[in-house]
Nanobody, 127 residues
């Protein structure tokens, strides 16, 4: 079992920045491929960013390219999502997800590819 815990959400004005953190811990002191997803009211959960276990491969959704950056600190089993130039349409609950079955260069972009999820953290961007 892998525990996933997010932190860093909050309220910010349009144009501002937030940094989300996600720590994954399991039976071994391993790193995991991880993804950041978000879900706004009435919308499906979408992948905004993902990163491979080794940190070399990354993915960004079209709506956040150039504004969000995913990174990881493997020594601390922690993944970060730096969100800049936030807009009201970025308002959502942000979830972190981890996988423990794939190799070092893999990342997933579908909710079905991850087995372990955090509880979510609210990000609200005011206009």
């Amino acid at each position: 079992q892998v525990q996933v815990i997010e932190s860093g959400g909050g309220l910010v004005q349009a144009g501002g920045s937030l940094r989300l953190s996600c720590k994954a811990s399991g039976r071994t002191n391993s790193d995991y491929p991880m993804g950041w997803f978000r879900q706004a009211p009435g919308k499906e959960r979408e992948c905004v960013a993902a990163i491979s276990r080794n940190g070399i491969s990354t993915f960004y959704g079209d709506s956040v390219k150039g504004r969000f950056t995913i990174s990881r600190d493997n020594g601390k089993n922690t993944v970060f999502l730096q969100m800049n130039s936030l807009q009201p349409e970025d308002t959502a609950v942000y979830y972190c997800a981890a996988d423990e079955t794939h190799g070092s260069s893999w990342f997933g972009t579908s909710i079905y590819e991850y087995d372990f999820w955090g509880q979510g953290t609210q990000v609200t961007v005011s206009s």
